[in-house]
């Protein structure tokens, strides 16, 4: 039986898995002989389910989610087909992201940098910082708000980084988008 976490539902969805039951393995044992959890719990959810194997989901950025379709498709986890779909569905979502605001990401005047390298995965991704410039903005997760060292910066954005009722795909697209429209607001452009 394959035991999925609550924050990544639909990714049996994207490999072809049907026969499969959300559970808490944080802080349970779920008598599963595969766990799919967040990435970074791996040691947590290890005490709790040694016999378990244990698949982290990287998906701060579609890119980290492609990946991690891929190392279930190397593990032979799942129908190959159906993760293929999957994985060209995503490269598609991520390509038609990035084409639709590719000139406002290249015309925006500031460096744009975070405190997380969750937040600074997603901002590389976009295509940010390729030049430098004078003026600086910040952008921290809404679980991390630790500005002691941001005096250095000319503008500072908050980004709500988990957003529980969504699904995968659709948290990655809206902290893309919540962060071109942060800084769309900052430098009125198109996005």
């Known amino acids: 039986m394959i035991g999925v976490s609550k924050m990544y539902f639909d990714i049996p969805n994207f490999l072809g898995i049907s026969d499969f039951k ?11 002989d ?5 990435n970074g719990y791996f040691d947590k959810v290890r005490l709790f389910n040694p016999d378990s194997e244990i698949m ?5 950025t579609f890119l980290e989610l492609i990946e ?17 779909e999957s994985i060209n569905y995503l490269k598609k979502k991520d390509l038609d992201l990035k084409t639709k605001n590719r000139d406002f990401i290249l015309n925006f ?10 937040i600074e995965k997603i901002i590389n991704d976009l295509g940010f910082n390729r030049y430098p410039f004078e003026k600086n903005i910040l952008i921290v ?29 659709e948290r990655i697209e809206d902290r893309y988008l919540s ?4 800084l769309n607001n900052i430098h009125p452009n198109k996005t």
């Open 141 to 169: 997760p809404d679980y991390d708000l630790n500005l002691k060292n941001a005096s250095n910066f000319d503008l500072k954005i908050v980004l709500k980084t988990h957003k529980y009722g969504l699904s995968t795909v």
């Open 56 to 60: 982290e989901v990287k998906s701060a």
């Open 34 to 38: 595969i766990l799919i959890i967040s």
């Open 22 to 32: 959300i559970v808490e393995p944080y802080n349970n044992y779920c008598n599963s």
């Open 179 to 182: 962060i071109l429209n942060s």
């Open 109 to 118: 005047g500031y460096n744009v940098t975070s405190n997380s390298k969750f």
């Open 68 to 84: 991690t379709l891929e190392n279930f498709k190397r593990l032979e986890i799942g129908d190959l087909k159906t993760i293929d």
